[in-house]
C-alpha cells in the first residue's frame, strides 16, 4: 500500500484576533468562497480517518496568506493582507507558512523511511460558477511518470465509482507560471519518492447535494482511491 498524506491549505476562513480590527470591514468577503474552500476541510477529514492518517491543515483565511502559493506567486498575499504592515506578514509567513510546509517535509520523511513513496493529496473544493461543466479535478504534473501514472488511475477508478459526474485532469485553475506548495515539494523529492496531487471537487455537492449527495461522493471519491493505493 503506498501511504497517502493529506492536506488542507484553504481549510477555514478564521482570522486570528490581531488581525480582526484591521479587517473588521472585510468579514463578509472572508466568509465568502473567497476567503476558504467551502467543504474541503469536511472532505479532508473524511479521507484521513478512512486512510487512518493525521490531517495536516491550516487555521486562517488565505485572504491573510494563502499557504499553498509560494514565491514568486504574487496572489499569496491579498488586497486585504496589504492592510497589516510588513512585520505582520513577516509573522504570518513564518508561522504560517513556514510551519504548514514544515509539517508536510517531516510526514514526508517519516513515510519515506519506512516505504519506498509516499502520496500527497492537497484537497480543495471550487465555486461551480468558474468551473460550471466540472465536478471532480485532479491536477498533477505530466512531467513526472510516477505522479501522472498515479493520477490517470485514480482518475479512471473515479469515473468507474462516480459514473454520473464530469471528472478531468489537468484543467486550468491557475494563472501561468503559478507555484504551489506541491511544486516546492516536488523539487525535493523524484517522483519515484514523492507524487503530490491536487484534488478540486465543485462546492456544489456540499451546498446543494447536486448532482449528487456529499456523503455518497465522498464515499465514491475513497473507494476509487483506495483501489489506487493499496
Same mark, same amino acid.
Given at each position: 500500500m503506498i501511504p497517502t498524506i493529506f492536506s488542507c491549505e484553504h481549510a477555514t476562513? +478564521?482570522?486570528?484576533? &490581531?488581525?480582526? !480590527? &484591521?479587517?473588521?470591514?472585510? /468579514? !463578509?468577503?472572508?466568509?465568502?468562497? !473567497? %476567503?476558504?474552500?467551502? %467543504? +474541503? @476541510?469536511? @472532505? &479532508?477529514? &473524511? @479521507?484521513? /480517518?478512512?486512510?487512518?492518517t493525521p490531517l495536516v491543515h491550516c487555521e486562517i483565511t488565505r485572504l491573510i496568506i494563502d499557504c499553498y502559493l509560494q514565491d514568486p506567486t504574487p496572489e499569496r498575499w491579498s488586497d486585504l493582507s496589504m492592510k497589516l504592515t510588513e512585520q505582520q506578514r513577516e509573522k504570518l509567513h513564518e508561522r504560517q507558512l513556514v510551519t504548514h510546509l514544515s509539517a508536510l517535509r517531516q510526514r514526508i520523511s517519516t513515510e519515506l523511511e519506512r516505504n519506498a513513496s509516499v502520496l500527497h493529496v492537497s484537497v480543495h473544493t471550487f465555486d461551480p460558477a468558474l468551473h460550471p461543466d466540472l465536478h471532480v479535478c485532479l491536477l498533477y504534473s505530466e512531467g513526472r511518470v510516477g505522479e501522472s501514472s498515479l493520477a490517470l488511475q485514480w482518475l479512471q477508478a473515479m469515473q468507474e465509482k462516480l459514473p454520473a459526474l464530469t471528472i478531468k485532469g489537468n484543467q486550468v485553475f491557475y494563472p501561468e507560471q503559478t507555484k504551489t506548495i506541491l511544486d516546492t515539494l516536488r523539487k525535493e523529492r523524484s517522483s519515484a519518492q514523492y507524487q503530490g496531487i491536487e484534488l478540486q471537487v465543485s462546492n456544489q455537492m456540499f451546498l446543494e447535494a447536486q448532482p449528487m449527495r456529499w456523503d455518497a461522493f465522498k464515499n465514491g471519491l475513497i473507494e476509487s482511491l483506495r483501489t489506487v493505493v493499496v
Open positions: 476562513c +478564521a482570522v486570528p484576533d &490581531a488581525y480582526k !480590527e &484591521a479587517l473588521s470591514q472585510d /468579514m !463578509e468577503r472572508i466568509t465568502s468562497p !473567497e %476567503g476558504w474552500d467551502l %467543504g +474541503a @476541510l469536511n @472532505l &479532508a477529514q &473524511a @479521507l484521513s /480517518m478512512k486512510f487512518r
